[in-house]
């Protein structure tokens, strides 16, 4: 039986908005309007063959030289060692179609101006896509990560350093923790707005239902969106057997009005070691929701260092 056009106008636009929404899994670049292209910038080569499949995007180098804008501006410099008062370096880790400047223009900075040696990098890069990282398979994603902290514990000459992450980048590495031998190198992963149990996007996600072959068309393409989306099979493998593994801080920051990881409440860990904090809680006027918490919100940021530091973590306030 024929179906009108009028009839599949619903359906096909509710499988529109559930496409672009996917594709809004943590923040977006800004580069174009806040630094100069990511290309000449990142922290890490796009060392890619036009063409090559998805699954090859994990082993990209991470011998680059060091990004000229990250560098100018306190971060990503190698000649840094790691102070008595804060003696591991910090690794910042880009969400989803972020990249190793632009998700960090606020964060970096704040933390530099602590005193931490603080380095980024680009990872889940697709072939033919600049600037739009954290789109390969999370758990190659997960083998980039492990060779940068090698590459900075080596120039830090520290045995382990602290994870700081965006959304993905708040739960990719917890791949890296459990099954790639990162819990000897990490001291402390601090996840904000991060999917830890994937997200249903308000719901959005279960429209894939309705159109066989579109989730698999996503998985095929951008195989790190659909690794994010609850119940999947990578998520599954990552939560069983517990959230956590022994011997690394966890902290999680969220925000109620997140609307990309919903719901909010499943960013959070379960486990010992594990800090879960909502920041209406330590301040109700707080409206970030899930770009703003990782660009630009100074409660998250304060949080942070806390997190990093907690043997000397200070109250955080609305006017922290």
């Known amino acids: 039986m024929k179906l009108s056009l009028g009839r599949a106008r619903g359906p096909l636009s509710a499988l529109a908005l559930t496409l672009a929404a996917l594709t809004a899994l943590a923040t977006p670049a800004t580069a174009s309007a806040t630094a100069a292209p990511v290309t000449a910038l990142s922290g890490a080569p796009e060392a890619r063959t036009a063409g090559a499949p998805v699954s090859a995007a994990a082993p990209v180098s991470t ?9 100018g501006r306190g971060w990503n410099d190698y000649s840094c060692k790691p102070s008595s008062a804060h003696p591991r370096p910090v690794v910042l880790v880009h969400g989803t179609f972020g990249n190793s400047v632009d998700n960090w223009l606020g964060l970096a900075p704040y933390l530099v101006a602590r005193g931490y040696c603080v380095f980024s990098f680009d990872y889940g890069q697709l072939p033919g896509v600049p600037l739009f990282h954290g789109l390969g398979p999370i758990a190659d994603s997960a083998k980039q990560l492990a060779a940068y902290v090698d590459r900075v514990l080596a120039a830090t000459g520290t045995p382990k350093a602290d994870l700081v992450g965006h959304s993905q980048g708040g739960m990719m590495p917890r791949q890296y923790l459990k099954f790639l031998g990162g819990a000897a190198k990490v001291g402390a992963l601090v996840g904000i707005a991060p999917d830890n149990h994937g997200t249903t ?5 279960k429209l894939l239902d309705y159109f066989p072959g ?10 790190g969106l659909t690794d994010q989306v609850a119940g999947s099979d990578f998520l599954n493998r990552l939560n069983a057997g517990g959230d956590t593994v022994p011997g690394v801080r966890y902290t999680v ?3 109620k009005y ?3 990881v919903t719901p909010y409440r499943s960013q959070f860990l379960n486990g010992p070691g594990v800090h879960n904090v909502l920041l209406q809680d330590l301040c109700p006027v707080d409206l970030s929701e899930h770009v703003a918490i990782g660009l630009a919100d100074r409660l998250a940021f304060h949080e942070t260092a806390n997190a990093l530091d907690p043997a000397h973590a200070t109250p955080t306030t609305c006017f922290s």
């Open 63 to 71: 011998a680059a030289p060091v990004s000229a804008a990250a560098a």
């Open 201 to 205: 996007l308000s719901g959005l996600t």
């Open 214 to 223: 579109a989730a698999d068309a996503i998985g095929r393409f951008t195989p």
């Open 253 to 255: 920051i969220a925000s």
């Open 258 to 260: 997140d609307e990309v």
